[in-house]
Every structure is written in structure tokens, then in C-alpha cells.
């Protein structure tokens, strides 16, 4: 806790100090699409546009009046936002809004680039070397929450929370059904999608994919090729696999067998803490005589929450968070007396 006597022109230099840290001698920029805020950019593909901002600068993308449109990046750059679920868990951020984007594209050029902390409603990978990190990617509007492509390789899922809404006939939250789709990594996500119908999965990996999926809560239908697949548990849906190596996995029906450190069977309301007094994604904590507790390879919890580095709720960013701020006014001297509390999210 800090007590400041700052002037109010001030106070959002200081906010940018504390969000910064460490970071603040590199390139960083500020994205806000609010009217009445003086940032350096209004949305992320004015930022990306801009000569201004080069390789590997990062932007730093406030709380959303809006939805930031569709964005196509051909530029490496790290992007963070202030993450989601923010009014449902305690101690993320002063401002509870988050920062949402229509539709997120990876093409050539942004090899290296990162997203962290930002509500996406669907996302498509067309080139190698990016990390998806603690973001909600939550679709309405398309067949799939996210789609690799074809010839790409080293991409990181980890730590999201991705759901798929719509139900079309093919749809899915996670797609890779393209050729040469190499050295993915899905681990510690919540992966779900509104059907178990037929034609419908939550994962859809085809005979180009090769990667491996740990420690991810799944609801949905399973098509999984060339992985390994451990420390996961299935809530419901069938699983399809071919040249996969499961083992230590937890499955509401027989989906997984008994061998191998496999659970089958297992009633999935003993497993999780539950909706009651708990978040969107915080109800798919373990509950305190869970069976998925100490049963992963090596011993560690199954599911998102388990392993060596778990889900965070809300998405929250490796970086300082301003999650309280009160003020007085001193009309006399025209000035604020600031107090705000400052969580560090390491």
C-alpha cells in the first residue's frame, strides 16, 4: 500500500510506472479506446500500423469501451491486456472491463509475437514461434475459437480459458487439420464446447498435428493425432485418437480405460470445488478430497489448475496490477491524496 500526494495530471503517469516495472526502459505503448484518455494509440491495429512501433515492442492495452475489430498482425509484438473475469475474483484489477478483440490473426512476419490477459473471440495461427497465453477466447461469431494453420510450428496454448459457443456442425475450440502442424503445446487450459453432437469438438487435431496436450480441463468431443496426452480430464465427450500415448488422465465415462495411471468412470461433481461462491473459471479448482489430487505423472493435480505451471484465474498478466485506488482532494493546495493497492501477479 502507498500513500501519494500527487496533481491529478499525474495520476495516469504514475499508474503506467507501476503497469511497466521493470519493462519501463523497453519500447512499451499504451492502447486505449476510450475517448476522454490520452494514450499513444486508440486500438492495436492503429498501434501495429504506426512506423513508431517496431519488432518486439510491447503494447499495453487498457480496459475496452469497445471491441478492438478484427486484427491481423504481420509484426512481432507482445500484447497485454488486464485479463477477464476481473469482477468475479478478488484482487485483479481497479477497472473491471476488459480488453476485447474481434478476431486475432498471426500471419507471417509476427513470428515471436505473444498475447496475454485479453478477452479474444476467435483467433487463427498461420505462422510458427507464438504463445497464446491467459487470455479468454470465448466465440460467438465463427467455426472455431482457434484455428492453426498448415506448415507452422513451436505454438504455445497454455493457460487459456476457451470456449466454443456456436454449434455448427464442424465446429471446435481448438482446430489443426492442416498439413505440418508441428511442436504445439496445450497445457493448463479450459477447453469446452456447447456440444457433444457428432461433428462437434471441443478438439479437432488431424493427421498433420503433432504436440502434446497436459494438464487441460476438457468438455467435448475429442479428435486428437500424433500427441501425447497426460494429466487431462475429459468432463464428457468421446475421445478419438490415433498415435497418441494417454496416460494419467480422468474421464466421466470409460473414455481413457483404468491402465496406465488412467481414471475412468469418475463422477465429475466430487472432482471439482463447483459453482457455488466460486468464479466462471475458479469452480474448476479441485476440490479438497478431489481424485484428481496428487495422481498426474510425477504426482502432480490433474486438470488446469495442476502441474508446473498452473492456470491463473483471471488471466492476470506477470505484471503489477492497480487493483484498488481511492482519493481524497485537497482543494486547498489542488491536489490528490492517491492510495492505491498494487499486486505484483508473479
Known amino acids: 500500500m502507498k500513500n501519494l500526494n500527487v496533481t491529478l495530471k499525474h495520476i495516469a503517469l504514475l499508474v503506467i510506472i507501476v503497469l511497466c516495472g521493470e519493462n519501463v526502459f523497453a519500447n512499451v505503448w499504451r492502447v486505449n479506446n476510450r475517448p476522454d484518455v490520452d494514450a499513444d494509440f486508440t486500438s492495436i491495429m492503429q498501434a501495429h500500423q504506426s512506423s513508431q512501433v517496431e519488432e518486439g515492442d510491447t503494447l499495453y492495452v487498457e480496459a475496452s469501451s469497445g471491441v478492438h475489430g478484427n486484427t491481423v498482425l504481420s509484426k512481432q509484438l507482445v500484447i497485454i491486456g488486464p485479463g477477464y473475469f476481473l469482477a468475479e475474483n478478488p484482487e485483479t484489477q481497479a477497472d473491471d472491463n476488459s480488453v476485447i478483440i474481434s478476431k486475432l490473426t498471426f500471419n507471417d512476419g509476427s513470428q515471436g509475437s505473444i498475447v496475454k490477459g485479453c478477452h479474444i473471440h476467435s483467433m487463427e495461427v498461420n505462422t510458427s514461434d507464438i504463445i497464446i497465453q491467459g487470455n479468454l477466447i470465448s466465440n460467438y461469431e465463427s467455426l472455431h475459437a482457434i484455428t492453426l494453420g498448415e506448415n507452422i510450428s513451436n505454438i504455445w496454448i497454455k493457460k487459456n480459458y476457451i470456449r466454443q459457443m456456436e454449434t455448427y456442425a464442424s465446429s471446435s475450440a481448438i482446430r489443426a487439420v492442416e498439413s505440418n502442424t508441428n511442436d504445439v503445446i496445450i497445457k493448463n487450459n479450459y477447453i469446452y464446447i456447447g456440444s ?39 468432463r464428457r465427450g468421446s475421445f478419438t485418437t490415433n498415435n497418441v500415448s494417454y496416460t494419467h488422465n480422468m ?28 468464479s466462471s473459471d475458479g469452480r474448476w479448482q479441485l476440490s479438497s478430497t478431489s481424485p484428481a489430487i496428487g495422481v498426474g505423472i ?37 491536489t490528490l491524496e492517491v492510495e492505491f493497492s498494487v499486486k505484483s501477479n508473479n
Do not use: K, W
Not at 211 to 232: D, K, P, S, W
Not at 255 to 266: D, L, M, P, R, Y
Open 298 to 334: 510425477g504426482g502432480v493435480d490433474l486438470g488446469m489448475f495442476g502441474g508446473e505451471s498452473p492456470y491463473i484465474l483471471s488471466g492476470m498478466p506477470n505484471i503489477p496490477s492497480v487493483y484498488q485506488v481511492e482519493h481524497s482532494i485537497n482543494y486547498e493546495d489542488q
Open 251 to 278: 474421464s466421466d465415462d470409460d473414455q481413457v480405460g483404468t491402465s496406465n495411471g488412467n481414471q475412468s468412470n469418475i463422477n465429475m461433481s466430487e472432482v471439482f470445488v463447483g459453482s457455488e461462491g466460486n
Open 196 to 234: 457433444t453432437n457428432i461433428g462437434r469438438s471441443s478438439v479437432n487435431l488431424g493427421e498433420g498435428f503433432n504436440g502434446v496436450l497436459e494438464n487441460n480441463t476438457i468438455y467435448g468431443r475429442l479428435n486428437v493425432n500424433n500427441a501425447q496426452f497426460h494429466n487431462n480430464i475429459i
